[in-house]
Structure formats: C-alpha cells, structure tokens
C-alpha cells in the first residue's frame, strides 16, 4: 500500500471514529492497533506494548501530575480573587482597565498552574461578575478572559511545553525561557487592544467611579497580594533556570509550595486536598492515556514513510523553506479547530521538528510558535477549550454566540503576535541564548 494511499485510509478512519463520537484517545490508539494489525500482522502488536511502555517510563511525565496538582491548590486558595482585587484597585479607575487587570492576572496565575483550564475557569469565576456588574461590554469581558486565561499553555511552567521537550526532544528549560517574552508580548498586544478600543468607544469597558476608587493607602495595602504568588513563581522557574532543580523536581517544589500558599489562606482543608487530588487524577490520567495512544499512532505512522510524505508535501508549497514553515504553520491553526492540543502535538512533533531541523530553523522557535499555535487552539471555534470553560461558568445572559464573537478580535491579535515572533526570532530566543548559551 503506497504512504498517499496509508495516510488516506489512517486519518480517515481516525476523524470517522472522532465523529462517531469516541474520545480522542480511543479513535486514535484505535486506528493506530488497526492498522498496525492490517498492514504488518498480528506479531507486530507487540509494537503497541514496547511503546507504551517507552512512553510510560519517561521520567519528565511525572512532572505532568504534579504541576495539575499545583494548580489544582492554587484554584483553591483564594489567591485569584486576591490578585484581582489589587488590580481593581489599581486599574479600575481607567477605562477597560478591569479588562487589562484580568489579562495580567491571568498572566501571573498562569505562570503559576501550567495549564490552561485552572486559570480561565478561576478568573471567569472572579472577574467576570464583577466586570459585568460595572457596565463592561460581555464581549469584551469573556474575550480577555479567554485570551488571558489562555496564557496557561504558553507561560511557563506549561503542562504542554513538558510534553513537547519530550517529544520533539527540545530542552524544557529553553522552551520555558522563550515562553517568557512570548506571553509577555501577547499580554502588551492584549492590554493595548483593549485600551484602543475603550479609548474609542468607551461604553466598552467604563472606568469604576472616582467615589468607588481605593485610595493610594489601599493601593499599596493590596500589593501584599502578590509577594505569595511571585515567591512561587521565583522558586520553581528560578530553580529550573538556575539548574538546581529539573522541571521534574521544579514541579514537585511547586506542589508543595503550592500547598504552603493555601496553608497561609487558610484553605489547606482535608476537602481541599482530596478534591485537588480527584481532579489531578483525572486530568492527568487523560493527558497520558492520549499520549500513550499518540505514541503508537506517531510509530506506526512514522514506520510507513510519513517523514518523506510530509518534506514532500511541505516542499512543494512555493517560497522555499518559508513556504514549509507557513505551510506547518496552517496545519496546525486548522488541526486547532478540532483536536486536543496535546493529541495535535504528539500527531505532528515527529514529522514537523525534524523537517524544521532539516530547514535550518532553531527548535525552541519553533517550538515556541507551536505552543502559540495551541493558545490560539483554545479559543477558536467550533470546539476552542476555552470557550466551554467560560459557558459552563458565565451567568445566562451571556450566550454562546457571545463568547464566540468575544474571542475574535483576541484570536487575532494572537496570529498577530504569531507573525511577529516568526519575523523577529530573537524575541523567542534572546533570553534563552542569554542564559543557556
């Protein structure tokens, strides 16, 4: 069977089974065992085994669990609603500045719970009725919080840059050093979108009363919020950066600093722990199962000629080696609208990076555009996390068609940043460079 003919009839049964409603991780791990006994007979089922257990028996994968852990607890201790309470007192007396408040308190939670999900639900819970309360557009109060909340998978330390060092066999440490700039940079075109559009419009996001404004006492009382959440980001990233710790232990720190900051708010409850760790449990379980199943899909899919297919592919695209990058670049922005990130990552890093490595580009660049990729994966329709995540918690008036509106213009501004990180690469990759050589 020709690799046209192979990758026709792998990727057809494999979207047939997602629209016949399994999960990811059975369509894949499904399509993967089928075809393996298909094309090579049953004596390569043993295959299946040997990389599951390859995969299993990676050490950076308990990283995985204890950084959901983490924040799981950091969910729990109140710290959020603190965060955004400072930067009510800060911001609110702008116009749109509870808007710009929540991206960077989305911004600095991200950098602390490493995944997406914890950080969008936390700061919907808080920010969203508050802004509403106050006259913010809908739109534009669930669009930042998505987008902000969506920071989570590109900030270090990211459940999904962990995944990927695995993978596409790229230093952690870099991809967490160049995830810095890169969030910063898509926090600033954020924060300054929502400026513009609150100066010209200003119905979008009124700025609080000056008779509702703290004082310069309270001001400086409420930064006492956020000594807890910059000693924990100091003490897991430093420790990776530094190198006393790897982004293994760094986890193991960060659950445990995780747990001191709930003790300090008094949250550090038995209920607390045992439901942070039923929801670890959970996510973690289904972030390997689909990482076991994507490494048995990516084996079978490699063994039959992918790579070659995919350079062809790629090749053929006009512009030269630039022509492949976009090329990878839309393949990844469409895959975004309907699979798992994780699940798109474990698909593509096997035949993408060693293209890209084949076309003389840096690793952690790209590595890093395809993180933004992800990002902007959580927000694009029809099935972008984020937007579930804010429905199951927004009140009634806000419908669906709302946040899908909400989320464009931010959806925007993140292929914006995307085109800015490929056309000046030391954005990415001068604090890496800077610190690892």
């Given at each position: ?305 992918a790579q070659g297919l995919v350079r062809e592919a790629l090749g053929a695209l006009p512009g030269g080696r630039w ?115």
């Open positions: 069977m020709s690799i046209e003919l192979t990758t026709v009839v792998l990727f057809g049964g494999f979207i047939l089974l997602l629209a016949a409603g399994l999960p990811l991780v059975f369509a894949l791990g499904s399509t993967a065992i089928i075809g393996t006994y298909f094309l090579w007979g049953p004596q390569a089922l043993a295959m299946v085994g040997l990389r599951t257990f390859s995969a299993a028996n990676s050490f950076v994968l308990i990283a995985v669990p204890l950084f959901i852990f983490m924040g799981c607890m950091l969910e729990r201790s109140g710290i959020a609603r603190d965060l955004y309470d400072m930067l009510y007192r800060w911001l609110g007396g702008r116009r749109g500045g509870l808007a710009a408040g929540t991206v960077i308190g989305c911004g600095i939670f991200a950098a602390m719970v490493g995944v997406s999900g914890a950080s969008t639900v936390t700061m919907a819970v808080v920010a969203l009725p508050s802004m509403l309360e106050r006259g913010y557009d809908k739109r534009l109060a669930v669009g930042c919080i998505a987008a902000g909340g969506a920071l989570g998978v590109l900030i270090p330390p990211s459940v999904v840059m962990i995944v990927l060092g695995l993978y596409a066999n790229v230093s952690i440490g870099a991809l967490f050093l160049g995830g810095i700039p890169a969030g910063a940079l898509l926090m600033l075109l954020f924060i300054a979108y929502i400026a513009v559009a609150c100066r010209l419009d200003p119905s979008l996001g009124p700025a609080v009363p000056p008779d509702q404004r703290a004082g310069w006492a309270e001001r400086l009382a409420s930064l006492k919020a956020v000594i807890l959440p910059v000693a924990l980001i100091v003490l897991v990233i430093g420790s990776i950066l530094s190198g006393a710790a790897t982004p293994t232990e760094a986890a193991g720190v960060g659950a445990a600093g995780a747990m001191l900051c709930a003790a300090a708010y008094r949250k550090l409850t038995p209920t607390a722990v045992a439901e942070s760790a039923r929801l670890t449990l959970r996510l973690s379980c289904m972030v390997i199962w689909i990482v076991f199943a994507a490494s048995i899909f990516t084996a079978l899919y490699t063994a039959v000629g022509g492949a990058m976009i090329g990878m670049q839309l393949v990844w922005m469409v895959m975004g609208c309907f699979l798992d990130p994780i699940g798109i990552m474990i698909i593509t890093a096997p035949l993408f990076f060693p293209l890209a490595r084949s076309l003389g580009f840096d690793l952690v660049w790209f590595g890093v555009l395809f993180v933004v990729n992800m990002e902007m994966a959580y927000l694009t329709p029809p099935f972008g996390f984020n937007l579930f995540y804010i429905r199951g918690v927004a009140p009634p008036s806000v419908r669906m068609i709302d946040i899908y509106r909400g989320v464009i213009p931010f959806v925007g501004l993140q292929l914006l940043g995307l085109v800015i990180m490929m056309i000046f690469p030391e954005i990415i990759l001068f604090l890496p460079r800077a610190a690892l050589g």
